[in-house]
């Protein structure tokens, strides 16, 4: 009875440490993601989209829980961070792109108009693989 007892007891510690050190490890395993440089240029129509936000959104291939993002310069160029750090994790991502001016941005900018689609990554048809060796302007972004 108290062999019984103590085999609970250390199969349940050895339990408690085994999902312990899941927990310790899974946070660990996406902040040490290698972040590859994503940068490019939105164009809306023939010119370059002033102002705006480009969103990462992961597919369901892509394993990370990171969500990169972008502004958009004035003349259309972007420069993804992920957590404050330069560029994203490698994957296939839906792309969404939105407009609105930010809390606290200059109040004497008029937000461009583009489709309602582009907001939202699941309609935009917006989408890149972020890898090591990306071609010349992969990671460009055409709204009509």
Do not use: F
């Amino acid at each position: 009875m108290l062999a019984r007892r103590l085999i609970g007891r250390k199969g349940l510690l050895l339990s408690g440490l085994l999902v312990l050190a899941v927990v310790v490890a899974v946070p660990g395993c996406s902040q040490s993601e290698k972040l590859y440089p994503v940068s490019g240029q939105v164009k809306l129509g023939n010119g370059p989209l002033t102002m705006g936000i480009v969103s990462l959104v992961p597919d369901a291939s892509n394993p990370t829980k990171a969500h990169p993002s972008a502004s958009i310069g004035p003349d259309g160029s972007y420069n993804v961070t992920t957590n404050g750090k330069t560029g994203a994790p490698a994957g296939k991502y839906k792309i969404a792109v939105t407009t609105m001016v930010p809390p606290g941005a200059d109040t004497t900018v008029t937000p461009v108009q583009i489709q309602h689609k582009y907001m939202d990554a699941n309609t935009s048809g917006l989408s890149y693989e972020v890898k090591e060796h990306p071609e010349p302007g992969q990671y460009d972004l055409k709204l009509k």
